[in-house]
């Protein structure tokens, strides 16, 4: 035995990727396995970019969560916000400096200070404080020093900014070895601008062949045979764009908390590595996810003074509370269609209110709209038209607001990618630079980059087994369409589940993404047409789209199926497949007998219910004695049954019940007959 391969356990010298935030700062890093984010002590993904300085020492005294959670206690000693001071003159950021709660102060070469108590502290030293901090998650993920660092910047900043932003990492023991623009580093973390393909497929598409209705493939349910076709010309519903092409015009719509962005990008990939080539930006540094909480605080104070019957002022405790309540009320509104605020007055009784969607909306329409002039305008400075743009990109946490995502697909046309959470792409995308410049991964940094799918992309159905829509080895771009239709009476709802692999059941497979279908017209079992699409673009994004094709609802949802898979997993999930093959093949089989085994035995109960009495009572005991042993099967754990001897044994029920059937059909003859001809 010798010791020759050591394990791939520690990494030496890692470079880790750096989303220092206005209002929230994250750590990521990139291997084989594509980029992740590193989670702090307690799992939490982000860090708030808020120090609390003790005015005794001008040191630390608490950072993140907890400094911002007690900001309004210490209202003149917690620093938020101070990348807004970053490298900046005292004048260039003085209608910034008045409206945060702490003393900004003139520095060395008229800079922006901050002084707490009697101690004047640069921006780039909170700043450092705030990168120390994430260091110290990345040592504890990484199980390694870290000392190097990929840290992302607004492609606006200038060189003063930059260099301030370098000399925060230094300060806090990180060498920045490059600035990326954090509009790049989204559009890196998707893989745009990766340069060309061996040989484009442009035309290449995928399409299933029509599945044969087994009974079984449906979503939560037994399938209509009747209602399943397939789109037998998937190509009609729409053109896949031309595979990766060498040169990409991206743009990136970054709306966070307090800050919008809008940035035109094109990525190139020359001998030089790829280049990126800044258009033209445009936005607004006061317009953010944090007006919206302020509409909804005004809204509640105006009320709340209206049914006091005078206008209210809160102490700042209660316009805290007013403040986490306003951005609880604005993320459930994301993702439902209405939201309950209640606030009890004491004395005067309960302000009870609901908002819906619709009222919100309404209320932030002008507010999306400022951001959509300012995506004009960067347009226009970049001499381009909404079709010459090849990507959208969404970034920031605001851009979760429904509205916003359809303005932004109004305006360019396009379904943006949003595949990736929008507040962690830009510190996914610093990972995957930081990958590149340490040759991890090589090629494959960022993710598998192949020109073909490496494992089956498919959706859960009834029973939860996998119907594949796409199959390992397709070509990209790739799309396939299936019908699927619903089990249930009037199911109003249908839950897709995405899977990515090759068994036979999604227990063994990765769920990469799931959304619901909702709002479908009740109907009878089986008549709902549910046709599901899947598209895998030439960057490798998949985008799986769900229409209910009798009412129109329909549902999309947005995955980077490569992320998180290294070539050494694909292999072992292939191997994994064909070994359990036969044996999946068996379960597969069962979940389809058990679901016609179950919709047998309510057939037979029906009938039994109705016409029983007419029967031989030895015969309905022996039919009984068939549903129990059927049932029987049904209820048993899957390795005490043998499929072939349920088959039988389902067989042998079908056989004993053709008088029942019959009896039942004589009834029922009977019954229209009479119902034809009253006496
Ligand atoms: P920044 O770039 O300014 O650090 P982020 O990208 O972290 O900001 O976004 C923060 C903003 O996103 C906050 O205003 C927060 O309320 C908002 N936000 C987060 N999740 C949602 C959601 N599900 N729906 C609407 N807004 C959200
Ligand atoms: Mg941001």
Not at 322 to 339: M, N, P
Not at 517 to 528: V, Y
Request: proline share 5%; glycine share 10%.
């Amino acid at each position: 035995m010798t010791n020759a391969s050591t394990p791939e356990t520690t990494i030496a010298d890692p470079i880790v990727g750096i989303d220092l935030g206005t209002t929230n700062s994250l750590v990521a890093y990139c291997d084989a396995a594509g980029p992740r984010i590193l989670a702090g002590p307690e799992g939490e993904h982000t860090l708030p970019s808020v120090v609390r300085l003790d005015p005794a020492t001008g040191r630390a005294e608490a950072i993140g969560s907890v400094a911002r959670a007690t900001a309004v206690e210490y209202p003149t000693s917690t620093v938020h916000s101070v990348k807004r001071l970053m490298g900046r003159g005292l004048a260039d950021v003085a209608d910034d400096a008045r409206a945060l709660p702490y003393e900004v102060v003139e520095g060395e070469q008229a800079t922006a200070r901050v002084r707490v108590g009697g101690h004047v502290v640069s921006p780039q030293a909170v700043s450092a404080m705030v990168l120390t901090e994430l260091k110290r998650w990345a040592e504890h993920a990484l199980g390694t020093g870290v000392k190097r660092a990929v840290v992302t910047v607004p492609a606006y900043f200038d060189d003063a900014q930059r260099q301030a932003t370098r000399d925060a990492g230094r300060l806090a023991g990180l060498e920045v070895v490059r600035i990326v623009n954090e509009p790049t580093a989204a559009a890196l973390a998707y893989g745009l601008g990766e340069g060309e393909m061996p040989n484009g497929h442009g035309a290449a598409e995928t399409s299933v062949a029509r599945r044969t209705p087994t009974g079984t493939v449906s979503l939560s349910t037994k399938l209509n045979p009747a209602a399943c076709t397939s789109d037998p010309n998937p190509s009609s519903t729409g053109a896949v764009g031309p595979s990766r092409p060498s040169a990409q015009t991206i743009a990136v719509y970054d709306l966070g908390g307090g800050t919008f962005d809008i940035s035109i990008l094109r990525l190139q990939q020359t001998d030089q590595g790829q280049v990126d080539q800044v258009l033209a930006t445009a936005g607004d540094t006061h317009l953010g996810g944090d007006d919206v909480d302020r509409m909804l605080i005004d809204l509640v104070t105006r009320e709340i003074g209206e049914q006091l019957g005078t206008a209210v002022d809160f102490p700042p405790s209660t316009r805290q509370a007013l403040r986490t309540f306003a951005e609880q009320t604005k993320i459930r509104l994301s993702t439902d269609g209405e939201a309950t605020i209640e606030i009890d007055l004491g004395e005067p009784g309960v302000y009870r209110r609901v908002v819906t969607r619709e009222e919100l909306d309404r209320m932030i329409g002008p507010w999306v709209e400022r951001t959509l002039s300012a995506c004009r305008s960067a347009l226009w400075s970049a001499g381009l038209g909404v079709n010459d743009i090849d990507r959208v990109v969404l970034v920031g946490g605001s851009t979760r607001v429904p509205a916003v995502r359809q303005a932004v697909e109004r305006l360019f046309g396009r379904v943006p990618y949003t595949a990736l959470d929008p507040e962690q792409v830009v510190a996914l995308g610093a990972s995957v630079q930081a990958a590149r410049l340490a040759g991890v991964g090589g090629a494959a940094a960022g993710g598998l980059l192949l020109d073909v799918i490496p494992l089956s992309l498919g959706i859960e159905t009834m029973g939860g087994a996998v119907a594949k829509l796409i199959t390992a080895n397709s070509t990209i771009p790739a799309r396939a369409t299936e019908v699927f239709s619903t089990y249930a009476e009037g199911q109003t709802r249908v839950a897709i589940n995405v899977y990515q692999g090759e068994r036979e059941l999604v227990q063994d497979c990765r769920l990469l993404g799931r959304f619901e279908l909702t709002g479908i017209p009740p109907m009878p079992a089986g008549l709902p047409k549910v046709e599901v699409t899947f598209l895998v673009d030439a960057n490798g994004v998949l985008t799986v789209h769900a229409t209910e094709q009798r009412s129109g609802r329909s549902a999309r949802t947005q995955v980077v199926p490569n992320h998180g898979l290294t070539r050494d997993e694909v292999d072992r999930i292939e191997r994994d497949a064909f070994d359990h093959a036969q044996d999946d093949m068996q379960r597969h089989r069962l979940i389809d007998l058990r679901l016609n085994a179950k919709l047998d035995i309510r057939n037979i109960r029906k009938q039994l219910d109705r016409v029983g009495d007419e029967l031989e009572p030895d015969y309905r005991d022996e039919i009984n004695q068939h549903i129990a042993k059927v049932q029987g099967l049904i209820d048993a754990d899957d390795a005490q049954v043998d499929a072939d001897a349920f088959h039988r044994a389902m067989t042998d029920m079908d056989h004993a019940t053709i008088q029942l059937a019959e009896t039942a059909i004589a009834q029922t003859l009977r019954d229209d007959t009479g119902a034809g001809n009253p006496s």
